[in-house]
T-cell receptor, first 118, second 109 residues
Framework: GAVVSQHPSRVICKSGTSVKIECRSLDFQATTMFWYRQFPKQSLMLMATSNEGSKATYEQGVEKDKFLINHASLTLSTLTVTSAHPEDSSFYIC??????????????FGSGTQLSVL | SQKIEQNSEALNIQEGKTATLTCNYT??????LQWYRQDPGRGPVFLLLIRENEKEKRKERLKVTFDTTLKQSLFHITASQPADSATYLC????????FGAGTRLTVKP
């Protein structure tokens, strides 16, 4: 099946620094990728939809200047948490669809990035 | 507003029994519904998709039902094993897929 690779898996940073998370589709092309955030014991919350070659679409309440998304190629999307603060500490997960595959409604997820801001 | 509710936050069962998880939704008219498994510290993994015209779908020890009148899906794991312990999420949508809060299943040996 399709594989989505995400790294780093864990990052600890100081308040005020920026953190970049990479999401790659390894064996398929993804014109669209989705970024979710998950707080402990809560469900995944869609943050934004990353579109190759165009601007990302952000969900209501998600600051686009805070969470910068770049989808420069058909296999790579990046999420940069700018000027991170402790309240940004969370589990960030990316996902994508393999539109060439069977049952292309399903999402393939990366393994997630646990961000801890001190 | 649209809601996806998984009634049980946690479910504990004995090995060998059948686990039944519930997913209810409001203000959706879905063409299909999906179930995912999530292990701690990992991203979700797709398990099953059931379409609106399908009453039931099976995959090995998994069975999903979909009642669009009740706006409910049931997810069953038969002959449960400790390895089935995980959080199970139901999901709706395509371009903005939303997830329920999940049910944390623990299967005790």
């Amino acid at each position: 099946g399709a594989v989505v690779s995400q790294h780093p898996s864990r990052v600890i940073c100081k308040s005020g620094t920026s953190v970049k998370i990479e999401c790659r589709s390894l064996d398929f092309q993804a014109t669209t990728m989705f970024w979710y955030r998950q707080f402990p014991k809560q469900s995944l919350m869609l943050m934004a939809t990353s579109n190759e070659g165009s601007k990302a679409t952000y969900e209501q309440g998600v600051e686009k200047d805070k969470f910068l998304i770049n989808h420069a190629s058909l296999t790579l999307s990046t999420l940069t948490v700018t000027s991170a603060h402790p309240e940004d500490s969370s589990f960030y997960i990316c996902s994508a669809r393999d539109l060439e595959g069977l049952a292309n409604e399903k999402l393939f997820f990366g393994s997630g990035t646990q961000l801890s801001v001190l | 507003s649209q809601k996806i509710e998984q009634n049980s936050e946690a479910l504990n069962i004995q090995e060998g029994k059948t686990a039944t998880l519930t997913c209810n939704y409001t203000n959706y008219s879905p063409a299909y519904l999906q179930w995912y498994r999530q292990d701690p510290g990992r991203g979700p993994v797709f398990l099953l998709l059931i379409r609106e015209n399908e009453k039931e779908k099976r995959k090995e020890r998994l069975k999903v039902t979909f009642d669009t009148t009740l706006k409910q899906s049931l997810f069953h794991i038969t002959a449960s094993q400790p390895a089935d312990s995980a959080t199970y999420l139901c999901a709706l949508g395509y371009n903005d897929m939303r997830f329920g809060a999940g049910t944390r299943l623990t299967v005790k040996p």
